[in-house]
């Protein structure tokens, strides 16, 4: 059964950082691109971050750039979100995704497969 398996999350003060994890459980899933979504309560979900399976193209919510990095290790099979500076309203579940077909923005997009889920949670 095809797998994503995030990791990582927890609970940080505001300015603090966290990196999530993305593992999958397969080797087919290596040649999807990845990426991060999030939700927060009473909100719907939305996109973060993407990358390309080889990492060269990757792409960014407005409310993210300069402050968070998607990265991807293929020996791992494993795609990173390092979070910087992190805020309140950074506070959500967040999702780890696959689909075949790389593009920059998610936000309208099929997704392949999903992962279960995160917390993080940034205090004030």
């Known amino acids: 059964q095809v797998q994503l398996v995030e990791s990582g999350g927890g609970f940080v003060q505001a300015g603090g950082s966290l990196r999530l994890s993305c593992a999958a459980s397969e080797r087919t899933l290596l040649y999807y691109a990845k990426g991060w979504f999030r939700q927060a309560p009473g909100k719907e979900r939305e996109f973060v971050a993407s990358?390309?399976?080889?990492?060269?193209?990757?792409g960014y919510a407005d409310s993210v750039k300069g402050r968070f990095t998607i990265s991807t290790d293929n020996a791992e099979n494993t795609v990173y979100l390092q979070m910087n500076s992190l805020k309140p309203e950074d506070t959500a579940v967040y999702y780890c995704a696959a689909r075949q077909q790389y593009v920059h923005d998610w936000s309208h997009s099929a997704i392949d497969y999903w992962g279960q889920g995160t917390q993080v949670t940034v205090s004030s």
């Open positions: 990358i390309s399976w080889g990492g060269s193209s990757t």
